[in-house]
């Protein structure tokens, strides 16, 4: 069983580089969401779904892109990556009660 | 807008003690999340309140929901080096697929 997937793990950009942040569930959730923690601070909703082809901003969209053409995957895209985006991020999926958090992807941006 | 606030933000405490962490939150909310996070973790859930009045225990740690007061506490009973980590509260927005977390706990339980 394998939950919430994110890929790569860790990531070094530099800036204006472009990149995709995978995320992947198998739990056939209908909701998915992108949070950015920056070091010693809670998590900040960037987008979420609430099932595939609907999508919706959050508290920190800007400089995001997110699609959702399935269930299972719900990826966050990077343009033009400043280093004010160097953060960890996390996807998370969830049921009715209860959410599901993948490992993160550490990236760095220089 | 939806705000939740914590506190305290950093708590230090002596292995065996007693504290409560409280969750504020600002908007109408129909559940409410407690989670765990080790350095460099992902988190990890520990509690789902749904309802007024609801109270979870799982070993040493106790949470509970007021939604009339827009309150969650999450309380540690004799505290074990095992628990230092930073705590989470989340709370979804009413009428909303919104999950909005607090800025975090972080606990160190001293020996």
């Known amino acids: 069983n394998a939950g919430v997937t994110q890929t790569p793990k860790f990531r070094i950009l530099k800036i204006g580089q472009s990149m995709t942040l995978q995320c992947a569930q198998d739990?056939?959730?209908?909701?998915m969401y992108w949070y950015r923690q920056d070091p010693g601070m809670g998590l900040k909703l960037i987008y979420y779904?609430?099932?595939?082809?609907?999508?919706d901003k959050g508290e920190v969209p800007n400089g995001y892109n997110v699609s959702r053409s399935t269930t299972e995957d719900f990826p966050l895209r990077l343009e033009l990556a400043a280093p004010s985006q160097t953060s960890v991020y996390f996807c998370?999926?969830?049921?009715?009660?209860?959410?599901?958090f993948g490992q993160g992807t550490r990236l760095t941006v220089v | 807008e939806l705000k939740v606030e914590q506190n305290p933000l950093f708590l230090s405490m002596q292995e065996g003690k007693n504290y409560t962490i409280y969750c504020n939150y600002s908007t109408t909310s129909d559940r409410l999340y407690w989670y765990r996070q080790d350095p460099g973790k992902s988190l990890e859930s520990l509690f789902v309140?749904?309802?007024?009045?609801a109270v979870k225990q799982e070993g040493r740690l106790m949470a509970s929901l007021d939604t009339k007061a827009r309150l969650s506490t999450l309380h540690i009973t004799a505290a074990v080096h095992d628990l230092s980590a930073t705590y989470f509260c989340a709370v979804g927005l009413g009428g909303s697929e919104k999950l909005v977390f607090g800025k975090g706990t972080k606990l160190t339980v001293n020996p």
């Open positions: 739990m056939n959730h209908n909701y």
């Open positions: 309140l749904l309802s007024n009045g």
């Open positions: 779904s609430v099932g595939a082809g609907i999508t």
């Open positions: 998370a999926s969830r049921t009715v009660t209860e959410a599901f």
